[in-house]
């Protein structure tokens, strides 16, 4: 048996590209600049397609499988500052819903989880201000920033028949953020 014929899960978490824009774009009226959306936006939004073409195209002959992305809160919010970059996790967000409408009916099972504000290096600046720490921690219904492993539960059910008949779904992890 080939490899590929075993795959039935594909499980993406990439962020990133923000960091380079502010060093690239380091003036307000050149947040937009092309080079760095255009980074920002392969680096997050197509290689999310990219890796779904090739999962699906071993899922859907098999009429089975699982695909589960991490999009953002910024796929519903614009962000300061990271305009690619929110633009990027919108797109996937809409890449999910839209995959959903074509496979689940073929058995592949398209979902992202959206990460509210999250103890990772990503975020270390944010942390490391104490007015912006205070700000996003007070509006946290649960009244702290979330850690990795508090993904395990909901990737772990995304992944699994328990959620056979969830399909396009945008899970959001965030502590209640967005209830506010």
Known sequence: MRLSRLVSLLLRNYGGGNSESKQTCQLSHELLCMDLTLHVLTTNLKSAFLLSQAAGAHMLPRRRGAIVHFASLLSFQGGLTVP???AAKGGIAQMVKALANEWSKEGVRVNAVVPGYI???????LLADPTRLRQIS??????????????????VFLASLASQYVCGELLVVDGGWMGR
């Open 84 to 86: 690619a970059y929110a």
């Open 119 to 125: 103890k990772t290096d990503m975020n270390e600046k």
């Open 138 to 155: 007070e509006r946290i219904p649960a009244g702290r920033w979330g850690e990795p492993e508090d993904f395990a539960g909901p990737v």
